[in-house]
Every structure is written in structure tokens, then in C-alpha cells.
């Protein structure tokens, strides 16, 4: 019977144990950083140093996000995609969350076979169908207020997780992605076909007006015509005279 109790207390300490382990590694205040220059880091930055997307925390609440928008994804930004450092044969765009564009400090995917996401050789991936061509948007996101949560459930504070209990909470941060979206080309616009102007019709001379003109006498040869009939009728009337005078003299 004691040890049935012993048992138990043994049991119920366990639990505390374990319940306070997850609530100190889950706390919701937000975690201090090293440094708040957080960036993106992934296969569409070529992992190069100083190429880093700003990640903010514009609103003070704890978590740094960045959109980042990528309008033709090129084939070799998707690669062969590992888990716990084997092939899966799945292939995904990969990236990590890091400060001061540096690897020394950075998140990704929890990798059970290490314990750990900070510094973690597991990467974040895209897990969204995505070709070559797509244009796609997303945003990623460092929440300092939680820890990733397979990272909570997995995590023992007696094993040896190689994480320092003094950065648990650090260590284990949660980064991610959210809001995929893949947006489709716009259709070309439908032609419009020109406009073929309204032929207009040849306008219709209109008829030829009557070219035949009255011919008008002018003035000066109408009173040439009366002077000239006036002569020849007083030459008529002298001849007559004269011939009458000629008959009574003979």
C-alpha cells in the first residue's frame, strides 16, 4: 500500500513537472532579442549576405513579420526537401528567419533528430503546390511570444536537447509562414477591333442648271437697230416724194 502511494506522488510530481517545463518554455510575454534586425533569408535571396527582407514589429506586439512576394518563381528556387537530414523526394521553397543577416542566430524548422529550431539545419519550406513561373505572396512571421509548438510538446528539460535552459525560450521561438496566396496572370485584355468609319456616301451633284441663256439684246444694239430702220424708212419716204414730184412736172 505505501508503495502504491509513493507511486503516485512519484506520478503527480512527474506531471508538475512537465506541465511547468511546457509553461516555462510556452510563456506569453514576449521574448528579448539580441537584436531587432530580423530578416528573411532563403533560396529567393540566393542566402546571400546582405540580402535579407526586413521582417518588422510595427505594432509592438510581439511579432516581426515581412511580405514577401515573388512574381516568377525560377526552377531552382525549388529544391529537394529533407527531413531529419533524409531525402523525402518532396521538393519545396526553402528559407530561414535570422538577425543581423548572419547565421549565428536564426530559426526554422523544428528538427526533432537535433532537439532544436534555433540554428536548426531543417529549413522552412513552402509547402503549397508551386511551379516554375508562379507568382506568389506570403508572409513570414517570427512570433517572440510563442514557442514552435512540435518543439513544446517534444521537449524534455532532462534530456539532452543541446539547449541551454537559460535559452529555451529563445531557442525554440516560433517562425513561419502564413497567407499563401498565388495569384493568377491576368487574361489579355479582348481585342477591341477598329472602328471601320461609316463610308460616306459620295455626295450627288446636283443637276446641272440650264446653261442655255436667254440671249438679251443689249442697249446700245437695240437703239443702233431703231436708228437704222428710222433711215431706211425716211430714204423710202424721200424717194416717194421725189417720185411723185417727177410725175406731175412731166
Known amino acids: 500500500m ?3 502511494k509513493i507511486l503516485k506522488v512519484a506520478i503527480c510530481s512527474a506531471l508538475v513537472a512537465s506541465v511547468a517545463a511546457t509553461a516555462a518554455i510556452s510563456a506569453s510575454a514576449a521574448v528579448a532579442l539580441p537584436s531587432t534586425n530580423v ?3 532563403g533560396c529567393f535571396t540566393d542566402w546571400a549576405v546582405g540580402s535579407d527582407i526586413p521582417m518588422t ?3 509592438g506586439d510581439g511579432v516581426y513579420e515581412a511580405v514577401v512576394e515573388l512574381e516568377s518563381v525560377k526552377a531552382d528556387w525549388i529544391t529537394d526537401w529533407k527531413k531529419d537530414d533524409k531525402p523525402t523526394g518532396e521538393q519545396h521553397i526553402q528559407f530561414k528567419v535570422r538577425l543581423d543577416n548572419d547565421w549565428a542566430t536564426n530559426w526554422a524548422n523544428y528538427e526533432p533528430e537535433h532537439g532544436r529550431v534555433f540554428d536548426s539545419q531543417c529549413n522552412l ?3 503549397e ?3 516554375e513561373g508562379d507568382h506568389i505572396k506570403f508572409t513570414v512571421f517570427l512570433d517572440t511570444n510563442k514557442n514552435n509548438p512540435d518543439a513544446v510538446a517534444d521537449y524534455d528539460p532532462d534530456a539532452d536537447s543541446g539547449v541551454a535552459e537559460d535559452d529555451v525560450q529563445l531557442e525554440f521561438l516560433w517562425a513561419g ?3 499563401f496566396q498565388k495569384i493568377e496572370a491576368d487574361a489579355p485584355a479582348a ?3 477598329a472602328e471601320t468609319p461609316a463610308e460616306t456616301p459620295a455626295e450627288t451633284p446636283a443637276p446641272a442648271a440650264n446653261t442655255a441663256t436667254e440671249t438679251t439684246p443689249a442697249t446700245g444694239d437695240t437703239t443702233s437697230a431703231i436708228a437704222l430702220v428710222a433711215v431706211v424708212l425716211a430714204s423710202l419716204g424721200t424717194a416717194v416724194v421725189m417720185t411723185k ?3 406731175v412736172k412731166d
Open 177 to 179: 509562414y502564413k497567407d
Open 245 to 247: 414730184k417727177a410725175s
Open 125 to 127: 519550406a513552402i509547402k
Open 39 to 41: 530578416g528573411v533569408s
Open 2 to 4: 505505501r508503495n502504491s
Open 129 to 131: 503546390d508551386v511551379k
Open 191 to 193: 481585342e477591341t477591333p
Open 57 to 59: 514589429d510595427a505594432d
